[in-house]
Each structure stands twice: as C-alpha cells, then as structure tokens.
C-alpha cells in the first residue's frame, strides 16, 4: 500500500495530512467507472439468479416457480440503486455496490431455500422460526434497504454536512443502544435467548443497534476529530510506547463502561464487542498512538474475563466454544450443529438445496454462514469472506483517498466495523472465538441488519465519491462555459 | 492519520486471514472427525440414503433387514420377528444402535475398512452402495422354541443356547422385551415417545435378561464346586464317598445348612445322616450339607480360580464387537462359612443365563468352555465372505477324565428316578432324548421369603452333546419345575430341525 492509486491506476494526490498534496494534478482527470459498476451488476444479477435456479433444482428437480418476478425484482432494484449513484455519486467506488448486491442477493437466495425445507414436498425438515412468507419480507427490507442507500446519497451531499450533528448523533446512538435495556423483556427480549437487543411491537420487530452503530460512529469520528490533539498527547514513555496521561483516559473507559453496561444489561457480547472495538480503532486512528490499541486491547480481554466469572451465560458461551461436543445435547447443541453443517459441506459443498442446514437451529440468522459452508462448501465459505475483505478493502481505501479528516475516520470506522462483525460472528459459529450472536452484514434474515448494511455502504460510497471526485476546474476564460463532465 | 489506517488494513487482513485459515481447517481437516461425532444428524440421515445390510440366521432367515420408505426418502428398518429376535438385534434407531446393530454397525453400514474395495467398485460400476449382511449363529428353531417358552411363562426370565463345541450361540431370548420396530421409525418425535414409554416401563423391557441380568445360581454352582472337588484332588471321582451330614453347623456360627425340607442325605446307606454317600448320589439329588461342607474344606482361591476359568468374574466378555456381558460374580470367600454357602450357589454368587449355559457347555466339550459367539460369517454385498468367526477356547477347568466324571454326575441328575430334573426332562418327556443337566432353586429375599428363582443348565444328547442350554425364571420356584421345561421345549426344537437338515 505505498502508493495510491485509482483502480485505472492514476496517481490520485496524496492526503492532505501528508502536507504534500499541493502538486497540481497534471494527470487526466479520473474516472467515474459507473461502466465497471454496472458490468458487475449484471455480473452480480446473473450469479444471483443461477444460485437461485440451482436452490429450486437441488430441491426438487424444478426451476423455482417465482424465479422470473424475483430475478427482475432484484433485478430492478439493483439497476435503481446504480442509476441513482451515476446521478449522486458519479465518482464512488465501482465496487461497493456490486459486492453488496452480491452478498444481498445470496442471502435472499439461502433464506429461499431454508425457507423452502420441508415445504411443498421438499426434503429436510420446515425450520419453525420461519413462515412461507419470510423471503418475500426479505426482498421488502431489501426494497427499504436499497432505498435507503439512495437517501443517505441523497441527503447527504458532503460526508463533512454530517460532522454538524456530531453530539445530536451521538445523543440518538447511545438512546437507540439502551433502549431495549431499560424496556421490558416481553418487548426487547429476543425469544429463546437472553439478548435484550429489540423492539417488537405488533409484528414488527427492530434491532436498534443496527442504527445505533452507525450514528455511533459518526458520534465518534466528530468527537475524535475534535479531541485528537489532546488525546494525542504522550504521558510516560514506557517499552517503546507512549502512554496517554491518566486523565486522558476519561472516553475510553467511558466507551468501555457503556460496551459492559450493554453486555450486562442486554446480555449481547457480540454487540458490546463491536461497539467497543470500533471506538478504540477511531481513537488509535485520530491520535495514531498504538498505545490506545493496546490499553483497549487489555481492557476488553480484563472486561471479558470479568464477565465470564460473574455472569452465567457468558461463561456458558466459553465452555461451549472450548468443547461444543461435550454440550452437544444442551448449551452446545447450535454451536455443534453448525460446525456438522461445515464438515458435512467439505470443500466443495452439498450444492445448494442438498444439505441439511435446516438442522441448526436459527440457521437463517446467527448461523447463515454455515449454511452457505455446508451448500457451497470451503470454496463458497472463502469466496464470501473475500468479497466481505473487499468491501473492508474498498472502504479503507476511500479512507486513506479522502482528504478530510473527519470523513477518513467515518470511513475507516465503517471498513473496520465490517470486518470485526463479521470476524466476531464468523469466527463464533467457526469456533475460531466463542460465540457471540450477532447479524451477519446483508446475508442474515431480518430488516434492522439489512438497512443498516446498506445505509453504511451508501456513507462509504459517498466518501469515496468525495475522494474521487475532481476539483473544479478553474475558469481559465471568462469567454469559456465551465465543462461539468458527467459519469 | 494515513499511517494508522494502513496499520489498520493490516488488522483487518490478520482477521480475515485467521477466518479463512479457521474454514479451511474446519472443513478441510477437522471434516472427517466431525462427520464421525455421535450425534451428528446429518451422518445419521447420510447413511439412511443407502440400504443398510440384513441380519439373518444361521438358517438364513431374515430377521432385520432395510426397505426405502416413501414417504421420508429414507431406508427404514424391519423386524419381521418383532420381539423374538430383540435380544439378539438389538435396535438400530436415529440415534444409536444396540445388540448386533450395534456390534456389527461399521459392517452393516458399509462403513467397514474391509468393505471399501467393494464400495469403490459399486461406486465405478454406478451400483448403489449396499452394507454387509450379517449372518448369525442363531438357529431360528431353536430361538422360536425359546421365545415361545419365556413368552408363556410370563415371568422375567433369560435363556440362551450353545453349541458346544464351538460356543456359537444357537438361541438367546428374553422376557420381557421390546419390538424393535418400535425404534426404527423415521419419525423423529414418534422415536422419542416410543422410546420414553419403553425407558419408563416397569418392567423394563429393554433390558436383556439373557446376557445382562445377573441371577442367583442357586444349586447349578455345585458343579464348579464339584470340579474344584476333583481339579484340586480333593475327591478322585463320582463314587468317592464324602461326608454327607443332615445339618451342617457353619464354622464360627450357629447358622445351620439344611437340606431341601431338611431330609437326610441317604441313599439307603446313610439312615442317622452322620455316614458319607457317594459324590454322585448328594449331585443327584442336591444334597446342599455335602457341598457345604466340600465348600468348607476347598480354599477360597482355589474354588474362585476354578469359577473364574469357567467365565466368571470376567468383566471382558463380548458376544461381538462390544457387545458386552454383564460378569458373573464368584468373590474370593476367606470365611469358611461364607463359603461353605457360596459352594451351594449362595452368598454373592451371581450368573448370567449365558454363564449357564456356558458351564454345561462346557462339560458337553470335554470340560473346555468355548468363547461364546453371535456371528458367523459377514458377506459383502457381491456375496464374498468379508469374515468369519473361529472358535476359540476360554480356559481348561479340568482334564477330560474329570470332565467324563462331571458327565455322568449330571446325566444322573435327569435319567437316574431319584434325580431332581427326573420329572421334568427325563426321557419320558423328552421323546427319547437324553438330557444331562443340573437344576438350581436359589433362595430370594428376607429370611429366604420371596419366590425362589428357577435355575436349570444342561446339555443333550448324553453322547456327542449338540446343544447346551441355560434357563433362569424369576420367581419360578423350583428350577426343575419351571425352568427344565423351557430347556426341554429349546432342545426338542433344534434336534428336530438338525435332524430334518
């Protein structure tokens, strides 16, 4: 990464930060690449559409009956979503969108088919937590998400317009994260588990901290930016690192508070886990001291350890996680199920619609992923870790392209929570870590996850778009109409 | 801050690495070893895909074998013979398996290393994969004969029935049992509640009483004591006279040992019960004070080492690939007069119906118990012979001589008039056929207040014995009254189908 480049290979003007970006750009000015983004598209529509072929062929031998309304569907929602970034976003990184789609489109296309277990004469056994409606819900939070892409595109114009409302966001983020702890359980408790993390009301149920994260993180990003020259200054210098001074330790032991509160309040490790490692990345970022890594490091490892001794079910999730086998009829039931589903998939997988992933219990949330291990196999499972590692890639490197500072932290936050939530639940149903149950990023069933997916791709689009986009020219003639290119 | 966001990509690749390094150990490594955890459901169904191998008889009767069923797209088992043969087969249901579907699971699976070239031919030539199937040493006659015979007593009871020449066993029943078939539906729920009811029975049928439920021996043990008599030259054969009280006071007690009603032990010799009788005739007619009182004189290693070369305390014994027995119990008795009780079948003296069998099998085979076996042969599904059981030997309790002494002891005890099974498996009821054998009545409960358990082990014909049976009836009462008939009826039933083939 010494050099940055577009991906047509420009040299794009260093970071303002670096002081060196005065040098005039003499090379052509970059693309839009809206063409590469649309190629994608039709590449993503067409994968989607023989996944989906191949759930109705493994199943019963037939091309599922709604293949055409749902592949024109998605279809037209994906060529929405790119005709509203030509105009929003013309200069956005072309591949955001397409691996979004992608991954969205495939979980559509998993919970299709686990939906489709055990109905109408199909194999394997109904999965009860799911109705014959789930997938269409599915394509409608799809519908809400992708629209709420082209609205975060839409209102938000200048990634910096966002930095004005950063205490209100900051205010709104903590609301939406303790809301369910203080509501009653029958309202925010997710059945069958402990977690306190929604808002079920007639039918509809919320994920507040979906939303909460990313208002978190422009909270963050705002409140950094400001603070980062203090929270910079070195204390002690000891082993080779500079130690902040005690009384610069105020916000991240208050972050490190709220992610416990959370964690004993709303029994959600994952989220606590989220919350608080993003909070020391920005920090580690915006003051570039490794010490705030380190002391965030050995807190949440101090916390954790905390936790499993004081609170049950947490201690419950290590002993599962160190063998899953031995509760294989209790508390490592799910765990066990799931790591059957991977070792049954192999390398190359079941194919889709001939595994058993129905018998994991909330195969269609927690545990997608081994679903998509046991039916696309090892090759299916890394493929979509890769696409998962180039969305973190693309975002990061719309962080380091932007010059404003504020927008480079919001970026790299937004890449880096992508990647800690999907290693944090990844790696808990692979049992690389113990399990904390959070959403997988557009593949889990469920609206909450899903818009707020889409909504952080749109914040990074229109950060990358920033960075992309060209200066003005400057009016060489007053005699000359200024050339506004377009796409 | 772009240094920090370069450290941070980095961070990023370090988690994305470990994921994929995790996934490729999960599913590349770590796949096999998962797909072989109990309890894995989806190994369970993979090998309901293909058809599971048939158990059959020696006589090639099939009594377990794997029909596709529509409904569930799945290859579901069938006990043609329902109870009779569940204390053979066992069970093979989603879960587990039991008996032979359990010992012989690998072959009839077809998951056997030995079955993988066959695999892999059938998976060249296109043909479906098929399992092992299993051929036991059960005669049908004679487990028919059985399980009729323990089905009309009612009570809880075992027998089993050997060859004895080469421990290949030729009927094993018990009552109560269960229907396999109970367990081998495809329907999850139905297999839990059907297997709840069964667990909570009473009765519990699930056990089985042939090869895991200890009994009393009662007087059936007298035959180890006598061969302990004769291994350690404490009495030189049969017609040594012995001493032959009517009450023998155990050493150090008051306790007195008494014969059956308390009679003297006379054969006409020995009016005042203070004289001796021959070995032979306190066999004939069981006097308890005469091997009580042999009990006394033999040392306590001496009668355990005796018992054990006979198959007791032996916590090892399979009837196939963990297919365990539950170990009969003959414990080292330093105390004369514990002894003394022990030698007549009392104290902590404890027998399978299987260890029944086996002590007169053993006799039958020139005093050389055999290891007991359940199968014969395994035949992969192109019908080569995959294996094939061997007999082999346990121990040699006494010489041949000893043996023939032992023989005559117990062919007295059913063709002599005076003899205790006389009645019930001479040859009057038999139809000719001579039975040698030994009756028990083991004493139960509080001051010997509960129903006697019925015991009878024996071997026929006298000459060039075919089969040797052993019978415990719970609660029966005397062991030639309730249990000789049953190994009457197994004997009558397997001769006769010899006879025919």
């Not at chain 2, 104290?347 to 050389?368: F, W």
Request: overall charge positive; glycine content about 10%.
């Amino acid at each position: 990464m010494s050099a940055i480049t577009t991906p047509g290979g420009h040299p794009l003007g260093a970071d303002a930060g670096a002081g060196q970006g005065s040098q005039p750009v003499a090379a052509p000015m970059p693309r839009g690449r809206r063409r590469t983004e649309l190629l994608m598209l039709i590449f993503v529509v067409g994968v989607v559409m023989l996944a989906y072929a191949n759930v109705g062929l493994g199943l019963n031998g037939k091309i599922p009956a709604g293949m055409f309304e749902y592949g024109l569907a998605f279809a037209v929602l994906v060529g929405a979503a790119h005709v509203a970034v030509r105009w929003l976003a013309p200069y956005a990184d072309p591949l955001l969108l397409p691996l979004a789609a992608l991954l969205n489109g495939l979980g559509i296309v998993m919970i299709y088919r686990l939906q489709e277990a055990g109905r109408g004469g199909n194999p394997g056994v109904q999965i009860s937590t799911m109705s014959s409606s789930t997938t269409l819900f599915q394509v409608f939070y799809t519908t809400i998400g992708m629209a709420a892409f082209v609205a975060v595109l839409a209102f938000i114009r200048q990634p910096r317009t966002l930095q004005r409302y950063t205490y209100t966001l900051g205010a709104i983020g903590l609301v939406l994260v303790a809301l369910p702890a203080v509501l009653p359980s029958s309202i925010s408790e997710v059945p069958g588990t402990l977690a306190k993390i929604q808002i079920s009301v007639g039918g509809f149920t919320v994920q507040p901290e979906e939303f909460a994260k990313l208002a978190l993180a422009v909270f963050f990003a705002g409140y950094l930016v400001a603070k980062r020259d203090v929270l910079a200054l070195a204390g002690r210098h000891v082993l080779g690192i500079d130690l902040p001074r005690a009384r610069d330790l105020g916000p991240v032991l208050i972050a490190w508070g709220v992610s416990l509160v959370v964690l004993i309040f709303e029994s959600d490790i994952g989220t606590s886990a989220l919350f608080f490692g993003l909070f020391v990345v920005m920090m580690y970022v915006a003051t570039q001291r490794s010490s705030w890594l380190i002391i965030g490091f050995l807190l949440f490892i101090f916390g954790s350890f905390v936790a499993s001794q004081l609170f049950a079910h947490v201690h419950d999730r290590v002993v599962v996680w160190l063998d899953p086998f031995k509760y294989v009829h209790t508390t490592g039931f799910q765990l066990s199920q799931g790591l059957y589903g991977l070792g049954f998939g192999g390398v190359l997988g079941r194919g889709l619609g001939q595994g058993q992933p129905y018998l994991t219990p909330l195969v269609q949330s927690d545990f997608i992923t081994t679903a998509f291990g046991e039916e696309l196999g090892l090759a299916g499972m890394m493929a979509l870790l890769l696409i998962y590692g180039l969305i973190v890639q693309r975002g990061l490197r719309a962080a380091i392209a932007v010059r404003d500072p504020f927008s480079k932290l919001l970026a790299g936050g937004l890449a880096f929570v992508v990647a800690l939530q999907v290693f944090v639940i990844v790696g808990g149903v692979t049992r690389l870590i113990p399990l904390t149950g959070i959403t997988t990023p557009f593949l889990s069933q469920g609206g909450s996850s899903l818009i707020a997916s889409w909504m952080g791709i749109a914040l990074l689009m229109r950060i990358s778009d920033t960075a992309r986009r060209p200066a003005p020219q400057p009016i060489q003639d007053e005699g000359m109409t200024q050339v506004v290119r377009a796409g | 801050m772009n240094r920090a966001l370069r450290r941070v990509s980095l961070i990023c690749l370090v988690l994305f690495v470990a994921l994929l390094i995790n996934v490729n150990y999960v599913q590349g490594f770590q796949a096999s070893s998962l797909a072989n955890e109990p309890g894995n459901g989806r190994t369970i169904s993979a090998t309901l895909q293909f058809q599971r191998g048939s158990i059959v008889t020696a006589d090639q009767k099939v009594v377990a074998y794997s029909k596709m069923n529509k409904n569930f797209g799945e290859y579901q088992r069938h006990y043609p013979f329902g109870k009779m043969y569940a204390p053979v087969t066992g069970y093979n249901t989603l879960f587990s398996q039991t008996g032979i579907e359990g010992a012989a699971n690998k072959d009839l699976a077809g998951t056997d290393p030995a079955l993988e070239v066959h695999n892999l031919i059938d998976l060249i030539s296109g043909k479906q994969k098929k399992g092992a199937t299993v051929e036991l040493t059960v005669n049908s006659a004679a487990q028919q004969a059985a399980w009729n015979a323990l089905r009309a007593s009612g009570r809880e009871s075992g027998v089993v029935a050997i060859n004895p020449q080469t421990g290949a066993i030729l009927a094993l029943a018990s009552y109560p049992t269960f229907d396999p078939n109970l367990l081998a539906t495809l329907d999850g729920n139905k297999l839990n509640s059907n297997d709840k009811r069964l667990l909570r029975d009473p009765a519990h049928p699930l056990i089985n009483n042939a090869i895991s439920t200890t009994f009393p021996p009662g007087s059936t043990f007298k035959i180890v004591t006598s061969s302990t008599a004769f291994a350690t030259g404490k009495v030189a054969d049969q017609n040594t006279p012995v001493f032959a009280p009517t009450r023998l006071t155990l050493p150090g007690t008051t306790t007195q040992l008494i014969n059956d009603n308390g009679s003297a032990c006379n054969n006409g010799g020995n009016p005042t019960g203070n004289g001796k009788v021959p070995l032979i005739f306190a066999f004939t007619v069981s006097c308890n004070t005469v091997f009580g009182a042999l009990g006394e004189k033999l040392s306590a290693s001496a009668l355990q080492a005796q018992a054990s070369k006979y198959n007791f305390n032996n916590p090892n014994l399979t009837l196939a690939p963990g297919m365990r027995v539950a170990t009969s119990n003959f414990p080292l008795y330093k105390d004369p007069a514990q002894r003394a009780g022990a030698a007549i079948g009392q104290e902590s003296d404890t027998v399978t119906p299987l260890q029944e069998a086996m002590l007169s099998a053993a006799m039958a085979n020139t005093g050389v118990p055999m290891k007991p076996s359940l199968i014969q042969k395994v035949t992969a599904p192109d019908l080569s012979a995959v294996q094939t059981a061997t007999p082999a030997t346990l121990s040699t309790p006494v010489t041949p001589t000893q043996a023939a002494h032992l023989q005559a002891m117990m062919t007295n005890v059913v063709q002599s008039p005076d003899g205790t099974a006389h009645a019930t498996a001479g040859t009057q009821v038999t139809g000719g056929i001579t039975i040698a054998g030994k009756t028990g009545t083991a004493q139960n409960g509080i001051n010997n207040s509960g129903l006697d358990d019925a015991v009878f082990t024996c071997y026929a014909p006298t000459t060039q014995p075919q089969i040797a049976v052993g019978v415990v009836v719970k609660g029966g009462g005397f062991g030639a009254d309730a249990a000789a008939p049953i190994a009457v009826q197994i004997i009558k039933a397997y001769l006769a189908s010899q006879g025919k083939g």
